[in-house]
């Protein structure tokens, strides 16, 4: 008979796809930080945000998964590893939420509203990190530090 093997902890990261440098750079250390809690990191597979993370990932040996918007496998960043093409458009927020354990935001627009949103109805809990302290349910952090004291409950 099969062991049944632990599932690592999903981690959403949900943010601009066209950060200023200093929040792509914060993005990046997100992603080293959830790839070092040895979790799987999550997020929209298109550029910004969700390269900057994947790439952090990486850089800690991280796996990441990208889900896109359309059906074009090539328009995933090349930090990601598992690539899921839905030809959702922007509903592919909903499996984006929806697939990470807890989601981590960092400063975006609406899609990253509507994915802090969803995630919430979820009942997921949602970080925002240096962003998004407004919105009733998500707790905000702003240091890399901080983020690892708020990561550690969940591993």
Known sequence: MLKK???????????????DPQTAALAAEVGKTIAAKG???????????????????KE???LTIGILP?????AANPF????????????????????GDLIVALPGSHGTRSEISI?????????????WGDVIGVRQVESIEE?????????
């Open 5 to 19: 093997k632990k599932r690592e902890m999903q981690i959403a990261v949900v943010g601009s796809s066209d950060p």
């Open 39 to 57: 979790a799987v990191l999550i997020c929209g597979g298109l550029g910004g945000i969700m390269e900057a993370a994947a790439r952090g990932a």
């Open 60 to 62: 800690k040996g991280g």
């Open 70 to 74: 359309d059906y074009n496998r090539e």
């Open 80 to 99: 990601i590893d598992v690539v899921i093409p839905t030809g959702l458009g922007h509903a592919r927020n909903i499996l984006v939420a929806a697939s």
């Open 119 to 131: 995630a919430l109805k979820l009942a997921k809990p949602v970080i925002g990190m240096r962003a």
């Open 147 to 155: 983020l690892d004291r708020e990561l550690v409950p969940f591993f």
